[in-house]
Every structure is written in C-alpha cells, then in structure tokens.
C-alpha cells in the first residue's frame, strides 16, 4: 500500500510504501509557471496511474507478449473493447470480404495451376504462403470450374478448365464411389448375425439338448384342441431370429386385453428350431399359448414341391445376384444411391430363404385339391394375423379380427397416401420393371402397393382362390426372365398374386419405415397398434437407429439369464 505526506507548505511530498521504503522528492516550483493546486493534482493523479500501469505491464508480460511494445499490441492483447480496439476476426472477416468482392469482378489469369482439392489449397497456401489476393483467386477458380462442369457435358476450350476440370471430374468420382461403398458396407451390417444374437442361439441349442425342461411339449397336451380353435385370435410368425420373435410374442401379450385369447404359431428353421422351442419353453407368456414348428417338421416342403428352394437349387443367376459382387454391373454415373441402397436392399438372402415365402402356404397343402392332411400348415384356421419379425404391438389387436374384409382374403395397410414420402408413397412403378413387356401389358404402374408384415388372412377366402399357383407363375416368370421384372424381394410377386383381394385397413394399425429413416414421427409411433422396423437398420444391429430402438428393446427381457449372458442390450 502507498501513502502520500505532502509538507505543509507544500513543496514537499514524501511516498511511503507498505514494505517499509520511503521515497522522497523534493519538489521546487516556479510559482510563475505552475500553481501549486495545479501540481498537486497532477501529482494525486499519478499516484493513483503508476500502480494501475504497473500491474498492466506485469500481465503483459506473464502472457509471454514482451515482444509486443507497441500500443496497438497491447490494445489487442487486453481487449477488443479498451482504447477502442474492434476484434481481430471481425476486422478479417471484413478485410477477407473486401478482396473476395475485389476478385469476384476480375478475370482469372490463364494457365493458373490450380489444386484438385480444397485441402490441397490450404496446404499450397502454408507451404507457399499465399497473399489474401492469391488465395481468393485460386479459389474462385475453383468454384468456376466446378459450376462449368456440373451446367455443361462439354469442356471449355481453355488449357486450365481441362487440365483442371479432370481433376474436379476424378473428385467427384472418388465421392459417389465412396458413397456407394458405405452403402455396400450399411448393406453387409444388415446382413450380419449380432455376436449376442448367436450366442443366444447357441447357448438355447445347447440347453434343448441338455435341458428336459427346454425340451418339453409346447403347448402342453391338455391345451392342443386350441391350437385350431377358431375362438382365440391365431398370430403367425415365421422367423429364424430368437430375439426378435421373443419381441413380436412378448409385446403382443403385453398389449393384449384378453392375453388368455392369443395363440402364437411360431415357424422356423431346422438349424434354430432347438433354439426357439428352449426360449419359449423355458420363458414362457402365460396365459397366451405358444407353439413352435419346423420347416423340417412338414414333409411337403421339399424342393420338389416348392418352385422356391427349387429355384434357389437349379438358377445359378439367383445365387450370383444375392452372393455375388454388389457393385458389378451398377452403373454407378447414372444410378442415384436411394436406388442403389433399394437394389442392395432386395439382395437380402432372407429373400431366398423359404421362412420367407412360407406365408403363400398358409392355408392349405401345396396340393389344395387333395385330401386335407395333417402337416399342412393351419388347415382348420378361418382367420389368422401374420407378423414379421421386425415388428412391436403396442395396441390391443383383437378388433382385427372383427373387420370385415368383404369377402377379400388379405387386410392391409396401402402404401400409397400418407405424410411421409419416402415409405408411403409406394405404387407398383416402385417395385416392378415396367420396361418388360410382361410387366407393361398386365400391370399399371399406377396402382397403389400395400404392406406386408402385419396382415389379416381370411384363410376361408383364401381357399376359394388361385393365389398360390399365381404367386409361383410370376416367380418362375421372373426366373425366366434373368431377374428382370422386379428386384425387391417376396412383395412384388405377391403384389401380383393378392392382386384384387386386398382390402385396405387404417393406417393406424401399421406404421411403417422405422427401419429406413431415424426422424420418424414419435407421436404417430406411440399411436400406432403395429410400429414395423422394415428397412436395413433393425432394432437389434448396431445400425439401428438409436432415438426409435427403446420402442423395441422395453419388450427384451433384460433379466432373462440366457440375454445377460449374451450381453444382447450392452452396447
């Protein structure tokens, strides 16, 4: 602390410090030139600076700005605001707009080497350490030569615009060739088997063979007779994944308002049958009935009886189209990848896999005209709601089995209208080559598409019709066909085959596109009865989409010993 002791006659002032030092100054005045009021003042106004200024040169120089002396430094070193200053990158940014506006009217030298990439430039401009002027001219050339090519498929005249516009071609190439390579990579993710949905699998297999209680009789004995009971409301499900069929069963309970009146038929496959019997034997949904078949189980699905294993075993073009290389014979200057991601989308190999053609047969034996036998699927059935694996109910179903479908044999929601463009505002021009002469002369390609995967099947309908020997025409049509009349799995042929007997339900019963797009529409999710994750990025994959994935794992049993084991939720 500094402390001032002026002499009564004011011609002296002593300074004293708070550390014990005293400073004297003896001061003569000229009265003539200088009051002593006047010297006073100045005197209490340096006392009160000196401090303030001292303590501004100790900051400077513990921030390492000892080399900046001047005072515009120091301005700008303590703030844009003190003596006046404005801030250093507004004062570029307008700097910077001046010579871009000074460049923007004149003419770009000729011969200016320019970089292919803008990456490339800043890198030219550190190594070489452009002016302002330079870079803003370099830069703007770029941007000319990049408009130029996207207006016109023809090359100026001028040595730069070729040598460069070459490059700018290549870039691009290089982009959309990377795009279509994330696409292809998005594409075998889908694909893949999840490390905890195969060690599920493996350790339920393993259980059935260990395990008496995963081996017993699903539903018991005594609750047979309702397996073909008209009364209850029959779901189908027809799936190799374990989880996902745990998900569709469970919620379907769980939203039920009379649970004791559903009765699941499960369909699987011969390697994951062990499996998917040891899940809902050893988890079971009480009250709700469950039963568990597989393809193995019924002898007329064999290869000579159903046209598509047979197809998949005799058409080498089906295996090279979904086992080959997805990028060969794509065009990919032409192609849009929305096209490209569809295309990749219909090479699916569940779109060869009879769980997914299965529901053609569900009301009768292949041979309809013979005697009813019993290992046809549900032959006693009326009525019976068909669910994909990649579905949650949220909703009481029962009603479905209250519509009257008029006499048509599938209830489905139309794809064609409603607010979101990218799923629904599917119609046949969608799925099929109208190019084809076959495809031009039956179809319009006007018609409104509709929804497979949550679909009411009046089987008694069903029964009366051709359906199923039209369903393997066209296949066999598309076969002949080198895969040319449609590329988009089991719903064109069956678009064809329902063609007529669909009667269109409420949207509210199925939303679809879950699997598609994450900025679905979460108040529209919670209305619905059925949310449908169709599209590549399942619930269940890393891929998924994490805002809509709670809607589908609330329904996992987390404290299921085989899901903990697994580590199914652990990201």
């Known amino acids: 602390m500094m402390q001032l002791h002026f002499s009564p006659s004011m011609r002296s002032i002593t300074i004293s410090s708070s550390y014990g030092f005293l400073d004297f100054m003896n001061i003569k005045v000229a009265a003539r030139h200088i009051s002593y009021r006047t010297l006073f003042h100045t005197t209490l106004i340096l006392a009160f600076l000196l401090p303030f200024v001292f303590i501004l040169t100790a900051l400077v120089t513990l921030e390492g700005v000892n080399k900046c002396s001047s005072l515009d430094c120091l301005g700008r070193r303590l703030g844009p605001r003190f003596l006046g200053r404005a801030d250093d990158s507004v004062r570029l940014v307008r700097d910077l707009y001046k010579i871009l506006n000074q460049v923007n009217s004149e003419k770009i030298p000729d011969g200016l080497k320019l970089p292919e990439s803008f990456s490339q430039l800043v890198s030219e401009m550190k190594n070489s350490q452009y002016d302002a002027k330079t870079f803003a001219i370099k830069l703007k050339a770029m941007v000319d030569v990049n408009r130029s090519l996207r207006r016109s498929e023809n090359p100026t005249n001028s040595a730069w615009s070729c040598s460069n516009g070459s490059r700018m071609e290549k870039f691009d190439r290089d982009v959309r060739a990377s795009k279509f390579a994330e696409l292809v990579n998005k594409h075998f993710a889908a694909i893949a088997i999840p490390k905890g949905i195969h060690c599920l699998s493996l350790r339920l297999t393993d259980e059935y063979s260990s395990n008496a209680h995963a081996r017993k009789q699903l539903p018991s004995p005594e609750l047979l007779p309702l397996l073909s009971d008209n009364s209850h409301h029959h779901f189908v499900l027809a799936t190799d994944n374990i989880l996902a069929a745990s998900v569709v069963v469970t919620s379907a309970v769980q939203s039920s308002l009379e649970p004791e009146n559903i009765v699941f038929h499960v369909i699987t496959d011969k390697k994951t049958y062990a499996g998917m019997h040891s899940w809902f034997a050893l988890d079971p949904v009480s009250p709700a009935i469950v039963e568990v078949k597989g393809v193995h189980q019924f002898d007329w699905l064999t290869r000579e009886n159903v046209p598509v294993l047979e197809a998949v075993e005799r058409h080498q073009g089906i295996r090279n189209y979904y086992h080959g290389n997805h990028i060969s014979g794509a065009n990919l200057s032409e192609i849009t990848p929305r096209t490209f991601a569809s295309k990749l989308q219909a090479r699916s190999p569940k779109y060869i896999s009879l769980l997914n053609h299965i529901r053609i047969y569900i009301p ?137 007997h669909v009667h269109p339900i409420d949207p509210s019963w199925h939303m679809l596109g879950l699997g598609y797009q994450n900025n679905s529409h979460v108040e529209s999710m919670k209305a619905a009865a059925v949310i449908h994750y169709n599209g590549q990025s399942k619930p269940w994959l890393e891929i998924g989409f994490e805002p809509l994935r709670s809607f589908w794992t609330k329904y996992v049993n987390s404290s299921n010993d085989f899901v903990r084991d697994c580590h199914i939720l652990e990201s």
């Open 364 to 500: 009768e034996h292949p041979d309809f005209h013979s005697v009813i036998h019993l290992d046809q699927l549900f032959p006693n059935l009326d009525k019976v709601v068909f669910l994909d694996d990649d579905v949650v109910i949220q909703r009481d179903l029962s009603r479905l089995w209250e519509i009257d479908l008029g006499g048509n044999v599938n209830g489905a929601v139309e794809t064609c209208i409603g607010e979101d463009k990218l799923v629904m505002s599917k119609r046949f021009r969608n799925y099929f080559n109208f190019s084809h002469p076959i495809i031009a002369k039956n179809l319009n390609p006007d018609e409104c598409a509709w929804a497979y995967g949550m679909n009411i099947f009046d089987l008694r309908a069903w029964r009366k019709t051709n359906i199923r020997d039209t369903y393997h025409f066209w296949l066999k049509e598309n076969l002949k066909s080198n895969l040319t009349m449609w590329k988009l799995g089991t719903l064109p042929p069956a678009l064809i085959a329902f063609k007529g």
